[in-house]
């Protein structure tokens, strides 16, 4: 059987999500999502165009929705009304699709969350029949309260966006993912390949990234080792690590089990 990753009902093969910004262009953003096996893929409605502008090149064209699933997302957002009024626009520009990615910001230095916006958003959203996957900090009491909100997926900070810092509190996110009964997925951090395999070793659900991909000196090649770290993250999570322990023999180890020497005719 698959181990395949359940969001709002539906089954994907790609534990990666892959977001659609900060790279060259719309050419190497499909190199970089056809490298990754990325079948989620987010996009930033207020820097992307999807159609708001036309006769301007559109992402559409290079990654179609018919091969991909849209994450509209509400990157860029300081309050709840200005994330609720973007994600109603995507629905429209992406006719009816409710499948999206909230986040609402609260800082524009650090892009730290502001989590009481985005649980008021997350409520007007879920009420207005949104399928919300919600970007949060690592607070494990906030990211109950969205998940009893009706949220499809809580996405927790690894660190902040950007940062490429990796899990800086994989205590915290041991906490929400044993409690949660939807998906959690690290969203922000990650820098590189091990830290996307730390995250899907704690037992994350996926991973979502975005810079970690686009900014790398070669994305494309980059995209390809983020497949195999969540992949191989997930396989060892799956598997069950070996105890820790502060020394690894036991009292018979030095003798227990060994092949005894043959001793040579005539001599003992």
Not at 2 to 24: E, H, M, N, W
Not at 224 to 231: F, S
Not at 233 to 239: D, P, V, Y
Request: glycine share 8%.
């Amino acid at each position: 059987m698959k181990d395949l990753l359940v969001i709002a009902g539906k089954p994907y093969a790609s534990r990666l999500l892959v977001g659609t910004g900060k790279y060259k262009d719309f050419a190497e953003t499909r190199r970089a999502l056809d490298a990754s096996g990325a079948e989620i893929v987010t996009v930033a409605i207020r820097r992307t165009n999807i159609g708001q502008e036309a006769g301007q090149p559109s992402l559409l064209d290079a990654v179609p929705p018919s091969q991909f699933t849209y994450l509209p997302n509400t990157a860029g957002c300081y309050s709840a009304d200005d994330a609720v009024r973007t994600l109603r626009l995507a629905r429209e520009l992406l006719d009816g699709h409710d499948l999206v990615k909230l986040e609402v910001l609260g800082d524009p230095t650090t892009l730290f969350p502001n989590v009481i916006e985005t649980l008021v958003a997350a409520q007007t959203l879920v009420k207005d029949g949104f399928k919300v996957m919600v970007y949060t900090s690592d607070d494990p009491i906030i990211a109950k309260r969205l998940e009893d909100t009706g949220c499809v997926a809580i996405m927790p900070l690894a660190s902040l966006i950007g940062s490429g810092m990796g899990i800086l509190n994989p205590w915290s996110l041991q906490l929400i993912i044993e409690s949660a009964k939807v998906p959690v997925i690290v969203d922000a951090g990650v820098g590189t390949a091990s830290d996307a395999a730390i995250a899907m070793e704690l037992g994350c659900d996926a991973v979502l990234m975005n810079t970690a991909i686009a900014a790398a000196r070669d994305p494309v090649l980059m995209a390809g080792a983020m497949k195999k770290a969540v992949e191989a993250g997930r396989e060892a999570w799956l598997a069950g690590r070996m105890p820790r322990k502060l020394y690894g023999a036991s009292p018979s180890s030095p003798t227990g089990g060994m092949i005894a020497a043959k001793t040579a005719p005539g001599k003992s």
